[in-house]
C-alpha cells in the first residue's frame, strides 16, 4: 500500500509511463509514443500483479482533465489497454459497497479512515485467492494478525465499512482520502449456524482528496 502523487498534465504522465521498461524488456522503447505493461510496471512497483496496476494506472491519471486522460489511455499499447478495460475499478460509495459490492472487484471509494486501536478478538477471516501451480484454490487470512484495520467514514452516510492495508506499510493518515483496493470477503462463525458474509477493502493505493 502506498500513496500516489497524481499527475497534473498529459505530458507529466506519458514522460514518466513511456521509459522504456527494463533493460531486459527487449520489445519497449523509450520515447516512442506507445506505452507497454512493462513500461507502466517500472514505476507502479506492482510486482506484475496486473489488477493493482490498472489501479495505479487510473488513480495516477485521476487528477487531470478528461481530454488528457483520452490522450494517455490512446498511448496504450494493445495488450495494456486490453488490460485496462478488463480490470478498471469501479467508482463506489459505503453504501455502494455494502449493497452491490461482488469480492474481488477493483474499487476506488472517497472516505476517511479512522484506525481500530483494539480490534475484537473475534475479527473475522479474509478469504483471499491462492495459486498453488496451474491450480486457483482460496484460503482463509485472519485479518487482525495480517492488516492495520480502520473504519471507513463518509459525510454522505452514517454507514461504515471495514478496509485495512498489510502491517509492514505505513499508517493511512485519518484525513480524507481517495483508496484503491479490492473488496475481499470476510467470514464469521455464527455457532452452528452457516457463515455470515460481508466485505472488506484490501487498500492497495491512496491518494489526500481535495
Known sequence: MKQIHPFSSFQEAISKFDNG?????????????????????LIAETDNDTQKLILFLVLSISKMDNHSREKILARLDGELFGLYEKYHPVHITILQMIEKGKPGLSVTMVGTPKKIAEPEENMEELVVPVLVGAEGSFALVPVKQAYVIYELHSEYTHETILIGHPKETADLPEKKLRLGGMLRELNTEIGTESKKKKLFLEVQFFLLEE
Request: avoid cysteine; charged fraction near 25%; hydrophobic fraction near 40%.
Open 21 to 41: 521498461a527494463h533493460f531486459y524488456n527487449l520489445f519497449s522503447h523509450a520515447k516512442d509514443g506507445v506505452v507497454s505493461p512493462e513500461e507502466l510496471e
